[in-house]
Protein backbone atom coordinates (compact mmCIF):
# COMPACT_ATOMS: atom_id res chain seq x y z
CA UNK A 1 0.00 0.00 0.00
CA UNK A 2 1.59 3.54 -0.98
CA UNK A 3 2.25 6.28 1.40
CA UNK A 4 -0.92 7.93 0.68
CA UNK A 5 -3.37 5.36 0.93
CA UNK A 6 -1.93 5.16 4.46
CA UNK A 7 -2.07 8.34 5.25
CA UNK A 8 -6.03 8.61 4.31
CA UNK A 9 -6.61 5.28 5.99
CA UNK A 10 -5.06 6.41 8.98
CA UNK A 11 -6.96 9.78 9.59
CA UNK A 12 -10.02 8.08 8.18
CA UNK A 13 -9.86 6.02 10.97
CA UNK A 14 -8.84 8.88 13.60
CA UNK A 15 -12.15 10.96 12.56
CA UNK A 16 -14.26 8.27 13.07
CA UNK A 17 -12.99 7.93 16.28
CA UNK A 18 -13.30 11.33 17.22
CA UNK A 19 -16.44 11.51 16.06
CA UNK A 20 -17.44 7.66 18.09
CA UNK A 21 -15.66 9.83 21.29
CA UNK A 22 -17.80 12.67 20.67
CA UNK A 23 -20.97 10.83 20.61
CA UNK A 24 -20.42 8.76 23.34
CA UNK A 25 -19.26 12.16 25.71
CA UNK A 26 -22.44 13.70 24.62
CA UNK A 27 -24.43 10.27 25.65
CA UNK A 28 -22.97 11.23 28.87
CA UNK A 29 -23.23 14.61 29.03
CA UNK A 30 -27.42 14.35 28.95
CA UNK A 31 -26.94 10.90 30.96
CA UNK A 32 -25.52 12.81 33.70
CA UNK A 33 -27.42 15.79 33.75
CA UNK A 34 -30.82 14.43 32.88
CA UNK A 35 -31.08 11.29 34.60
CA UNK A 36 -28.16 11.11 37.13
CA UNK A 37 -29.16 15.02 38.35
CA UNK A 38 -25.52 15.85 38.44
CA UNK A 39 -23.80 16.67 35.54
CA UNK A 40 -20.28 15.78 34.28
CA UNK A 41 -17.97 18.83 35.07
CA UNK A 42 -15.62 17.75 31.46
CA UNK A 43 -17.89 17.11 29.09
CA UNK A 44 -18.39 20.43 27.79
CA UNK A 45 -14.80 21.06 27.40
CA UNK A 46 -13.90 17.71 25.76
CA UNK A 47 -16.83 18.19 23.25
CA UNK A 48 -15.14 21.79 22.17
CA UNK A 49 -11.84 19.90 21.73
CA UNK A 50 -12.99 16.97 20.04
CA UNK A 51 -15.39 19.40 17.73
CA UNK A 52 -11.89 21.01 16.79
CA UNK A 53 -10.05 18.31 16.50
CA UNK A 54 -12.65 16.91 13.99
CA UNK A 55 -13.09 20.68 12.18
CA UNK A 56 -9.29 20.64 11.35
CA UNK A 57 -8.95 17.27 10.25
CA UNK A 58 -11.59 16.92 8.81
CA UNK A 59 -10.35 19.70 6.64
CA UNK A 60 -7.41 18.38 5.41
CA UNK A 61 -9.21 14.74 4.88
CA UNK A 62 -11.68 16.33 2.69
CA UNK A 63 -8.52 18.76 1.05
CA UNK A 64 -6.66 15.50 0.52
CA UNK A 65 -10.06 13.74 -1.71
CA UNK A 66 -10.31 17.08 -3.12
CA UNK A 67 -13.60 17.25 -2.10
CA UNK A 68 -13.94 21.09 -0.64
CA UNK A 69 -15.87 23.94 -2.42
CA UNK A 70 -14.82 25.41 -5.29
CA UNK A 71 -16.22 27.57 -7.77
CA UNK A 72 -14.90 25.99 -11.03
CA UNK A 73 -16.48 28.82 -13.90
CA UNK A 74 -13.47 29.99 -14.98
CA UNK A 75 -11.95 26.54 -14.91
CA UNK A 76 -15.03 25.35 -16.92
CA UNK A 77 -14.09 27.94 -19.80
CA UNK A 78 -9.99 26.73 -19.82
CA UNK A 79 -8.98 24.00 -22.34
CA UNK A 80 -6.79 21.35 -20.67
CA UNK A 81 -3.59 22.52 -20.46
CA UNK A 82 -4.56 25.88 -18.95
CA UNK A 83 -7.33 24.11 -16.36
CA UNK A 84 -3.94 21.94 -14.99
CA UNK A 85 -1.33 25.72 -15.04
CA UNK A 86 -4.87 26.57 -12.84
CA UNK A 87 -5.18 23.76 -10.93
CA UNK A 88 -1.22 23.81 -9.74
CA UNK A 89 -1.18 27.32 -9.34
CA UNK A 90 -4.22 26.99 -6.82
CA UNK A 91 -2.62 24.05 -5.15
CA UNK A 92 0.29 26.57 -4.67
CA UNK A 93 -1.63 29.31 -2.91
CA UNK A 94 -3.43 26.55 -0.56
CA UNK A 95 0.15 25.12 0.09
CA UNK A 96 1.56 28.74 0.41
CA UNK A 97 -1.64 29.18 3.09
CA UNK A 98 -1.59 26.37 4.94
CA UNK A 99 2.38 26.57 5.20
CA UNK A 100 1.84 30.13 6.61
CA UNK A 101 -1.04 30.25 8.44
CA UNK A 102 -1.50 26.28 9.97
CA UNK A 103 2.20 25.04 10.24
CA UNK A 104 3.69 28.44 11.19
CA UNK A 105 1.04 30.29 12.62
CA UNK A 106 -0.12 27.33 14.16
CA UNK A 107 3.13 26.12 15.33
CA UNK A 108 3.89 29.30 16.99
CA UNK A 109 0.26 29.15 18.75
CA UNK A 110 1.54 25.20 20.38
CA UNK A 111 5.09 26.77 21.21
CA UNK A 112 3.38 29.87 23.26
CA UNK A 113 0.98 27.82 24.88
CA UNK A 114 3.64 25.32 25.81
CA UNK A 115 5.68 27.72 27.02
CA UNK A 116 2.74 29.71 29.18
CA UNK A 117 2.31 26.53 30.23
CA UNK A 118 -1.63 27.14 29.53
CA UNK A 119 -3.96 24.33 30.56
CA UNK A 120 -7.66 23.71 29.96
CA UNK A 121 -10.10 24.73 33.15
CA UNK A 122 -11.81 21.12 33.68
CA UNK A 123 -9.56 18.75 32.21
CA UNK A 124 -6.19 20.38 33.04
CA UNK A 125 -4.95 19.27 29.86
CA UNK A 126 -2.01 21.38 28.13
CA UNK A 127 -3.65 23.75 25.76
CA UNK A 128 -0.32 22.72 23.13
CA UNK A 129 -1.83 19.33 22.84
CA UNK A 130 -5.38 20.61 21.95
CA UNK A 131 -3.78 23.57 19.13
CA UNK A 132 -0.85 20.79 17.58
CA UNK A 133 -3.79 19.77 15.16
CA UNK A 134 -3.38 23.05 13.71
CA UNK A 135 -0.11 22.15 12.39
CA UNK A 136 -0.80 18.64 11.91
CA UNK A 137 -3.37 19.46 9.31
CA UNK A 138 -1.09 21.75 7.51
CA UNK A 139 1.52 19.37 7.23
CA UNK A 140 -1.52 16.74 5.79
CA UNK A 141 -2.65 19.64 3.17
CA UNK A 142 0.40 20.39 2.12
CA UNK A 143 1.49 16.66 1.56
CA UNK A 144 -1.52 16.46 -0.56
CA UNK A 145 -1.58 19.22 -2.16
CA UNK A 146 2.29 18.47 -3.00
CA UNK A 147 0.93 14.86 -4.04
CA UNK A 148 -1.96 16.28 -6.57
CA UNK A 149 0.63 18.94 -8.39
CA UNK A 150 3.13 16.10 -9.02
CA UNK A 151 0.85 13.67 -9.80
CA UNK A 152 -2.24 14.72 -11.92
Known amino acids: ?10 LANTLILIMALMVINVLWQVFSRYLMD ?5 TDELARY ?7 L ?3 YVSGKQGHVAIDVLLRKLNAAQQK ?3 IFIDLLVSLFSL ?10 VYITYVLEQYSPAMQLPLAAVYAVIPISGILI ?3 KLYDMINH
Do not use: H, Q, T
Not at 38 to 42: D, G, N, Q, V, Y
Not at 50 to 56: D, H, N, Y
Open 100 to 109: CALVIGGGRL
Open 50 to 56: LMIWVGI
Open 142 to 144: IYY
Open 85 to 87: RLR
Open 1 to 10: MELRAKIDKI
Open 58 to 60: GAA
Open 38 to 42: SPSSF
